[in-house]
């Protein structure tokens, strides 16, 4: 996110920022991060990590920094670029194309799913789907288990 931000704002594309950012809670620290890129051009991402969780966090600071650097190590890479993951929406929006798509009958290829998966059989692209989500499983569990 920042070398993109970033490099959209050295060429000048810096009037406004679109954030789509739904359910604002889990997104705190990519807003924030947002926010303070916009503010000040460049931001060095340690730093403004450690702060964001200082200001909420009143202990366990550097674990809980490095949870936040894990988790975006633990989601689905999709495609061949370094900037092909997956966020949280990867898991409930394609499933949810999936089941309609199955649902009304249809034959060929999702085209909403096409992006990601590629223009193969319907069935190709659930098996698709199938395995990189249980790719992700392993990191999901390890995670989750030491956030608990």
Not at 27 to 41: C, I, P, Q, R, V
Not at 59 to 78: G, H, K, N, P
Not at 109 to 136: H, I, M, Y
């Amino acid at each position: 996110m920042v070398d993109e931000l970033t490099t959209a704002f050295t060429v000048g594309a810096d009037e406004y920022l679109l954030v789509n950012s739904g359910n604002i809670l889990p997104h705190l620290y990519t807003l924030d991060l947002a926010a303070n890129l916009w503010t000040y051009g460049n931001v060095d991402v340690k730093e403004h990590l450690a702060d964001f969780i200082g200001q909420l966090y009143s202990r366990q600071q550097q674990e809980i920094c490095q949870l936040y650097r894990d988790y975006s190590r633990c989601t689905i890479v999709y495609g061949p670029h370094k900037d092909d993951r997956a966020g949280e929406e990867f898991y409930h929006h394609p499933a949810r194309q999936i089941m309609g798509f199955w649902l009304q009958g249809k034959e060929g290829s999702d085209e909403r799913l096409c992006w990601t998966a590629g223009e193969k059989p319907f069935a190709e692209q659930v098996r698709w789907f199938k395995e990189k989500a249980e790719l992700a499983i392993p990191g999901w569990v390890e995670l989750r288990e030491r956030c608990l």
